[in-house]
């Protein structure tokens, strides 16, 4: 049977992308620009004998999208930018917990209510640092509707592999757009699910890792474990303890399981790279355009190149690094007023120029614009 080729909106490839990974939950709260992601799922998962919940608001979505992931589902919140502000306080208690959990983030502009049907990135920052407390984040972005279903999921295969909560952080144009999509048949995808300890067999320490394990098997609520969730520090046995050297281990595994395997989270695209004398660093959809302006400068003979960050967080410290050693000039574009260009500054400590291009107001970059500014770089009038 060939591939089933289709018109399909960003939104909705979400939806399909989770369903193919095997999703069968999913909770949260009308908002625009991401009400398609409800919709469909409402739709959809009841025909995959899946549960489909609007709450009361959008903290009650990702309250029950981790209580579904606890009973061992795999499940699904979707929000943009005020709903998100209200997930904060739980994606910090899915990552203390170690609770897979995928949140998606259709970005629009803002702050508070700002522009619901304008695109934006300025959640970027956010995503990482949104809760309080210290935790790693694993945060993907798309720039294309194939590439969404794609990064869907990959977010549920890194969420069950690494035991947490994972953000795919699209944006009103990504999601609205619609495009010629390819849908993967059955298997063509690699699928990840999580390790679970055997029903019935009572564990004492639950949290403890056993040889070979990059985070410990999960307990399945339901199936005769019993494991002990909560947001406080815990130890192996899963009980909250106010040692501090205890804080210190359970820290840095929460830490060291994302940290020790970026090689196997963070994925970029380079583009044009090779002889490139100037560079772009962007990602989502705004990588689109910047696709778009290299091609532009490289007809009329300007070596200039991109970086494409696919996964956010953690950072592509070791390609960007690299990209500094090559170019002299580095420009971040992103729809907000200056938020990974932070990022880029910091991982490059100086070993080349950092320069921004970008705003908020949901007026989109276009790319004769980026043309220009290049050209105005290469003159040394920028």
């Known amino acids: 049977m060939s591939n089933k080729i289709t018109l399909m909106q960003g939104n909705e490839a979400c939806v399909q992308g989770a369903l193919y990974a095997g999703y069968r939950f999913y909770a949260g709260y009308p908002i625009t620009p991401s009400t398609e992601i409800a919709e469909l799922s409402a739709t959809e998962l009841p025909k995959v004998g899946g549960k489909f919940i609007q709450m009361e608001d959008e903290i009650g979505g990702i309250a029950a999208a981790i209580g579904a992931s606890i009973a061992g589902t795999k499940s699904m919140t979707a929000t943009s930018g005020p709903g998100f502000s209200l997930k904060q306080e739980n994606i910090g208690y899915a990552a203390m917990a170690q609770i897979p959990l995928v949140i998606v983030n259709v970005m629009r502009g803002g702050p508070s209510t700002g522009l619901p049907t304008q695109s934006a990135q300025a959640d970027i920052m956010q995503a990482k640092y949104g809760s309080h407390g210290d935790y790693p984040m694993i945060a993907l972005s798309p720039m294309s509707v194939r590439e969404t279903f794609d990064l869907t999921v990959r977010c549920f295969n890194l969420a069950e592999k690494y035991r947490t909560p994972v953000m795919l952080m699209t944006d009103e144009v990504i999601g609205h757009l619609r495009e010629r999509v390819v849908v993967p048949e059955p298997g063509e995808l690699e699928i990840i699910n999580r390790t679970t300890s055997e029903a019935g067999v009572l564990r004492p320490r639950p949290y403890e890792k056993q040889p070979g394990e990059i985070v410990p098997a999960m307990s399945v609520f339901g199936d005769g474990n019993r494991a002990h969730t909560t947001g406080l520090f815990y130890n192996e046995t899963g009980f909250p303890s106010n040692s501090t050297d205890n804080a210190k281990i359970m820290l840095e ?10 090689d196997d989270i963070v994925q970029v695209e380079e583009f044009e790279l090779d002889d490139a004398e100037i560079a772009f660093v962007t990602f989502g959809s705004t990588s689109r355009v910047v696709k778009a302006a290299v091609k532009a400068l490289r007809a009329e003979g300007i070596k200039a190149g991109m970086l494409r960050a696919i996964t956010i967080w953690p950072s592509p ?35 080349a120029r950092v320069q921004h291009y970008g705003r908020g107001n949901g007026d989109l970059i276009k790319p004769q614009e980026l043309v220009a500014l290049v050209k105005e770089v290469e003159h040394g009038t920028k």
């Open 253 to 262: 595994r929460i830490f060291n399981k994302v940290y020790d395997n970026v």
């Open 317 to 351: 410290e070791k390609q960007i690094r690299e990209l500094a050693q090559k170019v002299d000039h580095i420009i971040v574009a992103e729809q907000n007023m200056g938020q990974y260009v932070r990022e880029v500054q910091r991982i490059v400590e100086g070993q």
